[in-house]
């Protein structure tokens, strides 16, 4: 399943492999079971990622866990955290559509100029201060 889907685990930074000396310094700072001490890596995914993984699974214990802990989470929130959540995810979306068209108009027509310049510039614009003051 992470296979399928790495683009959205990696998209949300939910996702991160351990390889040679990062992977090393791991290991000598954590127990593993037996058969992970001789892994040549490992995947690591954080709690939003294993309730992502949650959602994408249909048929397993774990995923029916994941979508009833989600479910009890959504029934005790209070309205206030429900519309942050909702608020959040509107927000990154957007966020990412002006990365992607920063991304787009930066390769095409301005060389030399960076992409802070670009996000401080609507964020000057949007909010009257710099991405370090918001």
């Known amino acids: 399943m992470i296979k399928r889907q790495r683009d ?3 998209e949300y930074g939910e996702i991160r492999i351990l390889k040679g000396k990062v992977l090393k310094d791991f290991k000598g700072q954590v127990q593993l079971e037996p058969e992970l001490k001789t892994a040549p890596s ?10 992502r993984l949650g959602m994408l699974l ?14 009890n989470i959504e029934e005790v929130s ?5 519309l942050w959540a909702v608020e959040r995810e509107i927000s990154k979306r957007e ?4 990365t992607d068209a920063i991304k787009l108009y930066e390769g095409k027509s301005i060389k030399g100029h960076e ?9 000057k614009v949007l909010f009257d201060c710099n991405v370090t003051q918001l």
């Open 95 to 98: 966020r990412r559509r002006l």
């Open 58 to 71: 249909t048929e397993s214990e774990v995923a029916k866990t994941v979508r009833n802990y989600l479910l």
């Open 78 to 82: 209070d309205k206030e955290q429900r």
């Open 115 to 123: 992409y802070v310049t670009f996000t401080n510039l609507v964020y």
């Open 8 to 10: 959205e685990f990696n």
């Open 42 to 51: 490992l995947t690591l995914v954080n709690r939003r990622g294993l309730l």
